[in-house]
């Protein structure tokens, strides 16, 4: 009886949607607890790929619920859209989704305002999504939002209405800023009624019922820990916090609860938007990365920046969240090279250290690495540990030793069947 929490440690895509599935079939429950759209969760099931961004990545398994937890922020219209892709494949969703009952709703207004925010910042914007993330927890916080409860009280309409008017004097400040709202609008509307037709439960009782009858449950993060909204790499993050303890306030489950922390990161590391990235390859290896990783964002298709694994990054990750085993994914995709390197040390302001600065941005931070004999071989239809060559098990040793965490799983593939145990 736990909750398992699962989630990325570097600035998001390391394949979070892809190991949730294999694993969900030895849960009872996969939950969602923080972000939104912003997140794009690939799934490839016997060659067919399927993008989820607020369905939990269980939903493929059956006898397993889907919590859409209070912790993440939903809109309608984009979950019709993901439902009617299910439907497309003939997946049966129904008997399988739940919404937490105080998530929070994202307006049409709230996307808009996260586009006028983004064009006015120019050079300095965050790269943003645009799914209306930002607007919408400044909502919560600011104790305006509405949430999926209200949905079915009466005077729903009414909230909109004053929320839509808060929202469009607040974009007077961006009179260059040109929108219309009309068609967004209907398929919000739209979205709202179907939304009725989904279970709405308290995340907490329902969570809380489930842990007393000694059920186990698996926490599903979404960006990674460097986008968390305290300690990422402030401001170019996200308006949630990605960490483990974000699975409590995200599920409503007290950290008593809290089993295994997976934490998942790529053999090399990717970023996509703007902000630091101090491992970040300019040259035609980062280029063979983006290719040979198809390294382009999920939701919004944007090429992702990549660049060489960061150990201190990695280790500061698996500090804050507590991680205690790992997956590594996309190992194949350096299948090729003929050296592979880690960042293993920042060297900034005239010392060489193993911890992050407090403004990764603002510093000049150059790297030390660490080289790593390729090998040489296509690793996709290797099932065991042992039959890895000597050169992948050695970087995958030193992964394990300097991150001082177990390996307990090693992806080499999209494909749900391309996995390695240990
Ligand atoms: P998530 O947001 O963490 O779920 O990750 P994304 O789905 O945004 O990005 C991961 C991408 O890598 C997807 O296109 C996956 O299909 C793909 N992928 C996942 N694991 C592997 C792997 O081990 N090897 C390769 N080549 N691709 C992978
Ligand atoms: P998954 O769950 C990668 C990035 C955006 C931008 C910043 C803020 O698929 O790993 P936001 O829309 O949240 O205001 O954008 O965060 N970002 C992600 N990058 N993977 C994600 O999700 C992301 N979600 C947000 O690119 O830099
Ligand atoms: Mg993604």
């Not at 965050?126 to 305006?144: E, Q, V």
């Amino acid at each position: 009886m736990a909750v398992d929490v699962l989630l990325g440690l570097q600035w998001g895509d390391e394949g979070k949607g892809k190991i949730v599935d294999y694993l969900a079939p030895s849960y009872q429950c996969v939950a969602r607890f923080q972000g939104g759209p912003n997140a794009g969760h690939t799934l490839v099931i016997n060659g067919k790929k399927t993008v989820l961004h607020t369905i939990p990545s269980g939903i493929f398994h059956d006898d397993i619920s889907n919590l859409i937890g209070n912790g993440v922020v939903i809109d309608p219209s984009t979950l019709m859209k993901e439902i009617a892709t299910l439907e497309a494949i003939d997946l049966e969703w129904k008997s399988k989704l739940l919404i937490a009952q105080k998530a929070h709703l994202i307006l049409p207004t709230h996307k808009v305002l996260d586009a006028a925010s983004e064009a006015a910042k120019g050079k300095a914007k965050i790269g943003s999504t645009l799914k209306g993330i930002g607007p919408t927890y400044m909502d919560k916080t600011g104790r305006n939002g509405l949430r999926i409860g209200d949905v079915h009280l009466s005077g729903f309409k009414e909230k909109y209405e004053a929320l839509k008017a808060k929202h469009l004097r607040l974009l007077k400040q961006y009179p260059d800023f040109e929108f219309s709202l009309e068609e967004e609008e209907a398929k919000w509307w739209e979205g709202i009624e179907g939304l009725k037709s989904i279970p709405v439960v308290d995340s907490a009782y329902y969570l809380g019922g489930l842990l007393a009858e000694g059920k186990n449950i698996l926490a599903e993060g979404a960006q990674g820990s460097m986008l968390d909204i305290d300690f990422g790499t402030y401001p170019f993050v996200t308006s949630s916090n990605t960490t483990t303890s974000s699975a409590c306030k995200g599920l409503g489950i007290p950290p008593s609860a809290i089993g295994e922390v997976i934490g998942i990161t790529k053999a090399y590391c990717t970023r996509v938007g703007s902000g630091p990235f101090p491992t970040e390859l300019f040259d035609d290896t980062g280029e063979e990365l983006r290719k040979v990783g198809k390294e382009f964002g999920a939701t919004t298709g944007r090429p992702r920046r990549c660049g060489w694994i960061d150990i201190p990054q990695l280790n500061y990750a698996i500090m804050i969240n507590g991680v205690t085993q790992l997956v590594i994914t996309k190992i194949d995709v350096m299948d090729s090279f003929d050296e592979v390197q880690a960042g293993v040390k920042y060297k900034y302001n005239g010392s060489s250290t193993a911890q992050l600065p407090f403004d990764m941005e603002g510093v000049e931070i150059e790297i030390e690495h660490q080289v790593f004999k390729g090998w040489k071989q296509a690793l996709n239809s290797i099932s065991n540990y042992q039959d890895l060559p000597g050169e992948a098990k050695e970087y995958l040793s030193f992964l394990e030793d300097t991150l001082k965490t177990p390996v307990k799983f090693v992806s080499t593939g999209p494909d749900r069947k391309d996995l390695i145990i240990r």
